[in-house]
C-alpha cells in the first residue's frame, strides 16, 4: 500500500482506510514520506514567522478559543507600527516569510489590510507575506494581492458538511469556505488548506473526504494538527487528538502531495513536547515560530496550554534551530516557495 502511495500518489478508500487507522504501517510510511520530502527539499526547514495581529473574532467555531461567545477571551489588536516592528526583528533573526494571522476582524477592512501588506512589502522585497485571516470577499483578496501578498491559508476544517456543521454555528458554511479557497487560487495565491485531526465527531471517512478535497483544489500548503481542547468553548471536555494519528497523516499527505509545503504545527508540539520533530520526521518540512509581541502572546489561545508564549521571538528561534537539528534537519534562511520543479535544492 505505502509502495503504491510513493508511486501513484494514491490509494482507493479502504486501503487509506487502513493506513489512517493502524499503527503499525506507522515507521514505513514515515520513512517513506521522508525519503519523499528529502527529494525535492533536502534536509532545509523553512520557517516562518508568525504574527498573530488580532484575536477578536467574529465567528463562533465551537472549538476555537477564540470564538465571539467566549467572554472571558481578553482581546487585544496590534497596530501598524507593532506589526511593522514584529516584521523587523523577525528579518533581522533570518525569517523571510512573515505570516498575519488573526480571527475574522472586520476592523482590519480591506484598506487597512492593503496597506500594512504593501508597506512590508516595499521595507522587505525579499520576503513573502501570507495572510490568514479566514473569509472575506472575493475583492479583499484581490487587492491584498495586489498590494503584494503571496500566499493565504484557510483550513477548510473538514469537507464533510454534516461534520461541518457539528463543529460550526448556522451563520457559517462549508459552501463558502470552499468558495473562499477557489477564489484563492483563481487570484493567484499560493493557497494553504488542512484540518484538524482528531477534532470531535470526526471519523476516518471524514478525513478521507479531507485528503480527496485536497487532491481536487491541489493547495501548495497543507496545515493540520491535532485537535486540543479549549476550557471556554463548548467541546472543553472533548478528548485531544492523537500524537500518532496527526503523523500518519502528515506522511501520508507528503506522499500525496510531494511537493507541498507541509509545517508540523505547534499544536503538534503541544500535544507532545518531541511532536513537532516527529513531524518533520514524517514528512512536514516548515515550522512556524512565533513573532507577536510577547504580551500578547498569551492572548491568542486557540486551544489550551499553548507553547512558546512566555519566550522572545529570538529564544524561540535558537530553541527551535536545536530541536530542528535534532531531528536531521537544518532552518534555512530562505523565502521558500513551493517547489515546482526537480531541480529546486538551493545551494
Ligand atoms: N485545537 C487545535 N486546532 C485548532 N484550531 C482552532 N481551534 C483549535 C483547537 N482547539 C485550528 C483551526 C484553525 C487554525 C488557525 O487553528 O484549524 O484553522
Known amino acids: 500500500m ?12 479502504n486501503e487509506l482506510k487502513k493506513l489512517i487507522e493502524n499503527n503499525e504501517y506507522g515507521q514505513e510510511l514515515y520513512k517513506k514520506a521522508d525519503n519523499v520530502r528529502r527529494k525535492y527539499y533536502g534536509t532545509d526547514v523553512y520557517i516562518r514567522g508568525l504574527i498573530e495581529f488580532t484575536n477578536y473574532c467574529k465567528n463562533d467555531c465551537y472549538y476555537c478559543g477564540i470564538r465571539k461567545s467566549n467572554t472571558i477571551a481578553e482581546r487585544y489588536r496590534l497596530g501598524k507600527e507593532e506589526i511593522l516592528s514584529c516584521c523587523k526583528n523577525g528579518y533581522e533573526l533570518g525569517f523571510r516569510t512573515f505570516v498575519l494571522q488573526g480571527g475574522e476582524d472586520t476592523y482590519f477592512s480591506n484598506e487597512l489590510v492593503s496597506c500594512i501588506v504593501s508597506e512590508i512589502k516595499k521595507l522587505y522585497p525579499d520576503c513573502a ?95 493540520i494538527g ?76 486557540i486551544y489550551d496550554n499553548k507553547i512558546c508564549t512566555d519566550e522572545e521571538a529570538a529564544e524561540s528561534r535558537v530553541y527551535l534551530e536545536k530541536k530542528v537539528l535534532s531531528a536531521g534537519y537544518k532552518i534555512v534562511t530562505h523565502i521558500g516557495h513551493v517547489c515546482l520543479n526537480e531541480h529546486f535544492l538551493q545551494p
Open 226 to 301: 491535532p485537535y486540543i481542547s479549549h476550557q471556554n468553548t463548548p467541546f472543553g471536555n472533548n478528548k485531544n487528538g492523537d500524537l500518532h494519528l496527526c503523523l500518519r497523516l502528515l506522511a501520508i499527505l507528503r506522499l500525496m502531495f510531494p511537493k507541498a509545503l507541509i509545517p508540523a504545527t505547534t499544536a503538534l508540539g503541544t500535544i507532545d513536547p518531541k511532536g513537532r520533530e516527529l513531524g518533520l520526521m514524517a514528512g512536514a518540512n516548515i515550522v512556524m515560530p512565533n513573532l507577536s509581541p510577547v504580551k500578547v502572546r498569551k492572548q491568542y489561545q
Open 129 to 223: 507575506i501570507t495572510l490568514s485571516l479566514g473569509e472575506r470577499p472575493y475583492n479583499d483578496y484581490k487587492a491584498w494581492f495586489n498590494a503584494g501578498a503571496d500566499r493565504y491559508l484557510l483550513r477548510h476544517e473538514t469537507a464533510n458538511d454534516k461534520h461541518y456543521r457539528k463543529l460550526h454555528p448556522d451563520s457559517m458554511s462549508l459552501e463558502n469556505r470552499k468558495n473562499c479557497l477557489w477564489n484563492l487560487k483563481k487570484i493567484g495565491y499560493q493557497t494553504g488548506s488542512g484540518f484538524m485531526t482528531g477534532s470531535p465527531y470526526q471519523t476516518t471517512e471524514n478525513i478521507i473526504e479531507d485528503l480527496r478535497f485536497l487532491q481536487e483544489l491541489k493547495p501548495d500548503m497543507i496545515g
Open 2 to 13: 505505502i509502495e503504491q502511495l510513493y508511486k501513484t500518489g494514491d490509494l482507493p478508500d
